[in-house]
């Protein structure tokens, strides 16, 4: 209700629509702090309340808060609300997809299915936040009707093992996987890349080892990798029952996701080309792997890291609600120029198609009707979008 009060009350102060915005120059320490990116982030939400559509309005918009900010009564309420999805029946057409069994399921099925158009490409950044959003539209349906909270990974740099999002408690998404000692360290070499990157074994391993979805069954997959996302052969396959793995790790939280890589992620890119590319670790345009997106994937670990399947993991939804709000963020410091999309409609665009545009049309069927990704260039636009970050 604060939330509420609070965002009308910046509607009626801000008044004509702000040409770009030139945030102060911040100060390294400011920058390391989280300060910077608070007030980043301030901006953002000010630019926002200029641009409500037909639809959205104050008192209909979801406010979307870091999960510490939650309090724990509406964190615990949140977590019922995840099982309710994880406990409701698939709606997929009968004999669909056989081992899709309940509506959790299925939204991890939509993600898997569309794997290699929505990676990689121009779709990645639009998808993902249509994808989320659907999820949130569901946790609607099931007594959550707050925005979906995201993971600020910044503050668990020293961490995720230590943050109260995987503590274990009945107001975390569980804690970390089963430790599973003696294990190697991986190699990371997405396409493009000539040189490898190492990452340690993380705290865990194994399944959630206790709290809120150690109990959690999976079903779908894994799915083979053959050198490309090619759309999956077989959905006929058996349910493969079992449960999700996590290994939370710092390092690459140390390496990608600090508040002066988020923060640097948003000042220094002109261009969508450059924010995208950069924000996804794309060999194409960064210089490592990795980075924002792939740093919370990592620093999760385990079913996280499955790109077809990471929905599967509870945290997937807030890793992603941050990774969009960094776009969020850094599209409102320029809303006119910054509302397009960068690469084709492949992953890396295997095989060659086109360059993505903002009249192409996403769809999440059965959760979400096709829409314009022009459409979901507004966070307040209300065809359908109405959310905001705080
Ligand atoms: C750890 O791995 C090494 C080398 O693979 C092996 O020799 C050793 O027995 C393992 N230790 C345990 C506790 O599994
Ligand atoms: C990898 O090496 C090739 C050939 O030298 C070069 O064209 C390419 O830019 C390099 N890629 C990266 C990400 O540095
Ligand atoms: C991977 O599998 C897909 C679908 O079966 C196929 O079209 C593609 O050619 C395969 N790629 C490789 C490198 O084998
Ligand atoms: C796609 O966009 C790139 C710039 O990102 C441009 O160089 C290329 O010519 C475009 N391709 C087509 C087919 O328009
Ligand atoms: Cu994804």
Not at 336 to 343: D, L, M, P, Q, S
């Amino acid at each position: 209700m604060k939330m509420l009060t609070s965002s009308i009350l910046l509607v009626a102060v801000v008044a004509a629509p702000a040409l770009s915005l030139h945030p102060p120059a911040f100060s390294q320490s400011v920058i390391d702090s989280g300060s910077a990116l608070k007030t980043l982030n301030s901006l953002a939400l000010l630019e926002a309340h200029t641009k409500f559509g037909p639809g959205c309005n104050p008192l209909k918009l979801k406010i979307r808060q870091e999960w510490r900010r939650i309090s724990k009564p509406r964190r615990r309420k949140f977590i019922a609300a995840v099982k309710c999805i994880q406990a409701k029946p698939s709606i997929l057409p009968p004999n669909q997809v056989p081992a899709s069994m309940t509506l959790y399921d299925d939204l991890a099925w939509a993600h898997a299915l569309r794997t290699g158009l929505v990676h990689n490409s121009g779709w990645f950044l639009p998808f993902h936040r249509y994808y989320i959003y659907a999820y949130e539209k569901a946790l609607g349906e099931c007594g959550w009707d707050a925005g979906l909270p995201y993971w600020e990974w910044a503050l668990d740099v020293n961490g995720p093992h230590l943050s109260p999002l995987f503590d274990g408690s009945d107001t975390s998404l569980g804690s970390d996987g089963v430790f599973i000692s003696n294990r190697t360290a991986s190699v990371l070499q997405p396409p493009g890349f000539n040189s490898t990157t190492i990452i340690n074994p993380g705290t865990g391993g194994g399944c959630i080892r206790e709290g809120p979805f150690s109990d959690l069954v999976i079903r779908l997959g894994p799915y083979a990798f053959n050198g490309s996302f090619a759309p999956l052969p077989d959905s006929q396959q058996a349910a493969n029952p079992r449960c999700v793995t996590r290994d939370l790790n710092a390092q690459p939280i140390q390496m990608w996701n600090t508040f002066r890589a988020v923060t640097r992620q948003i000042l220094d890119y002109d261009n969508i080309q450059d924010f995208a590319g950069n924000l996804d670790g794309d060999s194409r345009v960064a210089n490592e792997p990795g980075r924002v997106h792939g740093g919370g994937h990592i620093g999760i670990g385990g079913t996280a890291r499955d790109v077809r399947l990471s929905p599967y993991e509870p945290a997937f939804w807030l890793h992603h609600a941050n990774v969009d709000r960094v776009w969020w963020v850094w599209q409102h410091l320029d809303f006119e120029t910054r509302r397009g999309v960068w690469a084709t409609r492949t992953w890396f665009n295997i095989p060659p198609t086109d360059n993505a545009t903002v009249e192409d049309y996403l769809e999440i069927e059965p959760h979400a009707p096709p829409r314009k990704i022009r459409e979901l260039m507004n966070s307040v636009g209300g065809s359908p979008l109405c959310y905001v970050y705080v």
